[in-house]
């Protein structure tokens, strides 16, 4: 540009000079001046024109290096913006991986909160059991204290009726060896039976006293035996049922024993409220054919060869290493009445007492009890069949 404009002037100035010099009013010798002041003119622009070209050559190679550097500037400001862009991205991807760290962490904690409550529960229930545990260990140490007493106490009866059973045996055994003694004899006297009649009777004779003897011993066994099935068992207490009433909202319920022979301090009560307690009786034929009504009898035995006696609903036989003592069916109070019963087990075959058919439906009251399915769980239950029970000794 700067080039252009050069030579623009430098035509306009050659215009203007051509047109002195040609002028026709111009003088000869001022001709000559003018000639040497155009030489001179010329000269001095055609230096001047070089000192243009060779800062024109400059310019041009300072814009060439000024467009060149200008280059490298747009490249390095194209790769700064690709970094920057690229930085932008992983930033990105940082930031989304650091929420999702996050969003797991928050995860895991929640978990870990949730196990920390679980485990605090677990801990709660194994303190519990630990303390349930430790009462029934020393519940434990007691009875077995006590069965260690009846323990020493059953072995030195057992090892009394031993000794007496050894020697019992002993006399058997020489009961034999004499019966055997007395056949060999009779066998004897009787090639001899001619010669030796008397003497054969008189040894029939005392062989039918040694039978006579041996007989009594036996029964003296069986007695001993007896006695020692006795002192297995023991009957503590034997009298009337007795309970709340069937329809009473205060009625306990758990049946009583009632002895036959009670004990009385006072003849009346104090004057307030009081607690009311019953016979009891049976309400259905469903026990026996003629149970309905009757008042039932109650009995509290003590089994001294067994330390643990329970009673099994929905069973009518032990489990192994257990010991029958008896079976029937369970019983309770009906459904829709208000008094509160517990379960009992009734005998497959039950007593009564005597004279106790009043038909007076007031007191304690007992059915039989059904399965209903639902909750319980059928098979292996049915439902409206009623349910036996079993008491079992260990």
Not at 174 to 184: C, E, N, V
Not at 301 to 313: F, W
Not at 344 to 353: S, T
Request: net charge negative; proline share 3%; hydrophobic share 35%.
């Amino acid at each position: 540009m700067a080039t252009f404009i050069f030579v623009c002037c430098l035509l306009l100035f050659t215009q203007r000079v051509n047109a002195f010099l040609i002028d026709d009013k111009t003088t000869p010798s001022q001709n000559v001046v003018a000639a040497q002041q155009y030489s001179t003119l010329m000269g001095l622009l055609t230096a001047e024109m070089k000192a243009r070209k060779h800062l024109e050559e400059v310019v041009t190679q300072l814009n060439t290096e000024v467009i060149s550097k200008t280059l490298n500037i747009t490249n390095n400001l194209g790769q700064t913006n690709l970094i920057i862009a690229d930085l932008q991205t992983k930033l990105q991807n940082m930031e989304i991986k650091l929420e999702q760290s996050v969003q797991q962490h928050k995860l895991e904690n929640a978990a870990l909160h949730q196990s920390v409550s679980s485990l605090q529960r677990v801990n709660s229930i194994i303190q519990r059991n630990y303390s349930l545990i430790q009462q029934h260990y020393s519940m434990l140490l007691q009875n077995y204290s006590t069965l260690q007493v009846e323990h020493d106490d059953f072995k030195n009866k057992f090892i009394t009726h031993a000794n007496k059973s050894a020697e019992m045996a002993t006399e058997i055994t020489a009961f034999k060896t004499d019966i055997q003694t007395l056949k060999h004899q009779v066998l004897t006297l009787t090639t001899n039976q001619s010669a030796r009649g008397q003497d054969f009777l008189a040894l029939y004779n005392q062989t039918l006293e040694f039978r006579s003897d041996i007989a009594s011993d036996i029964l003296n066994l069986s007695s001993h035996y007896n006695d020692s099935v006795d002192e297995l068992f023991n009957l503590l207490q034997n009298g009337y049922t007795g309970g709340g009433s069937y329809n009473d909202y205060g009625a306990t319920p758990e049946p009583v024993c009632l002895p036959l022979d009670p004990d009385f301090n006072k003849t009346s009560g104090g004057g307030g409220d009081y607690a009311i307690i019953h016979g009891a009786e049976f309400d259905s034929n469903f026990f026996a054919s003629n149970s309905a009504h009757q008042d039932i009898p109650c009995a509290v035995c003590r089994v001294k060869q067994a330390s643990s006696v329970i009673m099994i609903p929905g069973k009518n036989r032990c489990y192994t290493g257990w010991n029958l003592e008896y079976n029937g069916y369970l019983a309770t109070n009906a459904y829709n009445e208000h008094g509160a019963s517990s379960y009992i087990c009734i005998d497959i075959q039950p007593e009564y007492v005597t004279g106790g058919s009043s038909w007076k439906h007031d007191g304690k009251l007992f059915y039989e009890v059904v399965a209903k399915c639902g909750s319980l769980h059928c098979p292996p239950y049915h439902n409206d069949y009623p349910m036996t029970c079993v008491v079992c000794s260990k």
